[in-house]
């Protein structure tokens, strides 16, 4: 907490105009937190094959009490920026494993095999985190192998610190995802270091993979890293999710290029929680588990 705050007057210091708006959106973040206003919202991570569901991702919204719903694309940076992304994920992280062991031991766990909630490299910085992912595990109940941590391939990921702590957390059987995975600049040498169970193909990546124009090199070019992708983590012992499916024309091609797994509006928006409830219930009811 006091080095949110050393972070804080440091930023201040530097402050330029469009630095001011984020200052504030940084002070009310806090108030915001404090109040209550943030929610977490789920979108379903499916088998392409079977349409069941496999996990699920934890998002964070903000209802601002006038704002309305304020997307994560506009409050983590600040979050980040102001250092309160480090109480917030907190949040985030034993919120996510308290629905999550709330959802297992209602339908089982063959219902719902993981839950991932996204981490900034921020928090891997703060000495607590391993700590508390400990405590968060612990008093939900949560299995450890339940829970996956999804973090943005960055160069960060390469530093000793950060990478020790990804271990601690890889030997307490936590697994770590690679979000936005073929965006960053340093993939393969990345996954070398870095010990992630699962790589998410980037949104950019399944954009427009269904067009087949032969005269089209952009489309041909997604379809050759996503393939590559897709080998390179076969190679690896890894799993993949395809993110951002929008039809079923891109579950029919990933599919083809040895996808088994993916995530999109196609699929399921994120919703609330009461609504992925009904979904899970539903399902139970539709697909009868062979034991
Ligand atoms: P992400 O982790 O890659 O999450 C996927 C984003 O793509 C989500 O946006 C999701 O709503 C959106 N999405 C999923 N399927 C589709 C689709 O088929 N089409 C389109 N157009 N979009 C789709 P969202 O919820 O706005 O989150 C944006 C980003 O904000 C996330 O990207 C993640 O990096 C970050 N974020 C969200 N919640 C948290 C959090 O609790 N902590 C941290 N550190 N970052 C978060
Ligand atoms: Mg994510
Ligand atoms: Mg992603
Ligand atoms: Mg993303």
Not at 126 to 137: E, G, Q, S, Y
Not at 218 to 238: C, F, M
């Amino acid at each position: 907490k006091q080095r949110g705050k050393a972070n804080w007057v440091r930023f201040a210091a530097g402050m330029e105009k469009p630095a001011q708006a984020h200052a504030q959106l940084g002070g009310d973040l806090r108030r915001a937190l404090n109040a209550g206003e943030f929610k977490l919202v789920y979108q379903p991570i499916v088998d392409l094959r079977t349409g069941r569901i496999t996990g699920v991702e934890a998002l964070a919204r903000w209802i601002h009490p006038e704002r309305g719903m304020v997307s994560p694309a506009d409050f983590i940076p600040a979050a980040e920026r102001s250092g309160l992304i480090v109480p917030l994920g907190r949040w985030v992280l034993r919120e996510t494993c308290r629905q999550a062991a709330a959802w297992l031991e209602r339908f089982g766990p063959e219902a719902l095999e993981k839950a991932a909630p996204n981490v900034s490299i921020r928090q891997l910085h703060d000495p607590d985190f391993v700590a508390d992912v400990r405590a968060a595990l612990a008093d939900s109940g949560l299995p450890p192998n339940r829970l996956v941590l999804e973090l943005t391939e960055s160069a960060v990921l390469r530093g000793h610190q950060v990478l020790r702590v990804l271990h601690e957390l890889h030997e307490m059987g936590v697994r770590l995802a690679l979000d936005d995975f073929g965006t960053g600049e340093s993939s393969l040498s990345l996954l070398r270091a870095f010990p992630a169970a699962v790589v998410k193909l980037d949104k950019s990546f399944v954009d427009n993979i269904e067009l087949d124009e032969p005269d089209s090199a952009a489309a041909g070019a997604r379809q050759a890293v996503a393939r590559a992708v897709v080998q390179l983590a076969d190679a690896l012992g890894l799993a993949t999710v395809a993110e951002g499916i929008e039809n079923q024309e891109q579950v029919e091609r990933l599919l083809k290029l040895g996808y088994t797994v993916g995530q999109g509006y196609h699929l399921g928006r994120p919703v609330s929680s009461e609504e992925f409830t009904a979904r899970l219930l539903d399902q139970r009811q539709r697909v009868p588990l062979v034991a």
